[in-house]
């Protein structure tokens, strides 16, 4: 008879409107569903979510983590730390730690105290752990140039894609006509998604309209509007946060979708506009080349004029039903949540040597 491992995976994030959030809430069902023999499952979930995938799993309550891992009855063979930014991860005896790290856009972003607290923190938890993956090759070699640890204990597991042809499109209220040709991107509004390329840009499409979607409580909005007032030709939109139902509208109906972020562990949202049918164009920075691979065109200068050129070219050789278009959304399909769960259910068996 086996003896059954436990493996905790940390869902914390669960109802988060985050990338952390959307991983979770699309692994956290396909690993419950699965039929494990020799492995347990016990899942971090928001209190309010104990029970949601059955007695297959057990549950420990985020609120109160440190206390209810402390008390769980059983040994736990591996803990699965799902992001680098965990606020708990209980260390025991002869317990694996498994961390997958996202990012080090903290590198770029922040600088003196608070990037070297940050760097210190990241390499305190990978040091402290078993093995490491991460979203991308980038992301890998990333964490490789900054934390010393061993590089044959890091792997690439891709993020999936939620099923997005699934969701029944509904059109914004703010698109007023339908038929009036636009571009569409989408993502937190922060410095480092580059969205105020795109602005100066739209002089050079005066029958197109702009609309900027994702969270904009940050104080860069208020930069990007000020900017959009004085140079979006009063036809560039900020509009705040927008419903899965209304992203996919967008999507499928855009002329082209705008990608020119600088910093990207992943880039979910390209591979989101590549399954639904939409015209990608990309900056070449940080991942992105990498997850677009020969499916997006690249922006290499970001003058407004030669913006404009890579956008005007990539348009006019390409449409909807092309076979471009198809092979794009083909190769969107291939990033999945079954292949990721795959993944790590196989790695979880490979570190627990089952």
Known sequence: MHMTRRVLVDFSHYDDLCGFGEIARNYAPRLAARKVDDIR????????????????????????????????PYAIDLWHATDQQYNFRLCRPGMLQLLTVHDLNFMREKHGLHKLRHILQLRHRVSHSDYVTTISDYARQDLL???????????????????????????????????????????????KKNFQTLVPMMQFFPNHHLYICGDDHFAYADTLRQLIATQGEGRVSLTGKITNEEKSWLYQHC??????????????????????????????????PEVCGPHADYWDDYAPRAMADVVEKGLKEWSRDSAEAQAAAAYGRSFNYDTYTDAYVALYRKLLGL
């Open 41 to 72: 499952f016990i899942f971090v979930l928001p209190e309010k979510r104990m029970g949601l995938f059955g007695e297959q799993v057990d549950y420990i309550v985020r609120e109160r983590k440190k206390q209810e891992a402390s008390q769980y």
């Open 255 to 288: 002329a082209a979708f705008l990608f020119p972020s600088r910093l990207e562990g992943f880039g979910i949202p390209v591979l989101e506009a590549m399954r639904l049918g939409a015209k990608v164009f990309s900056s070449r920075m940080s991942s992105l």
């Open 145 to 191: 140039a900054h934390v010393p640890y061993d590089a044959s204990r890091v792997q690439v597991i891709y993020n999936g894609i939620a099923e997005v042809e699934h969701i029944v499109p509904q059109q914004p209220a703010f698109i007023a006509d339908a038929n009036k040709p636009f571009f569409f991107t989408i993502g937190q509004i922060r410095e």
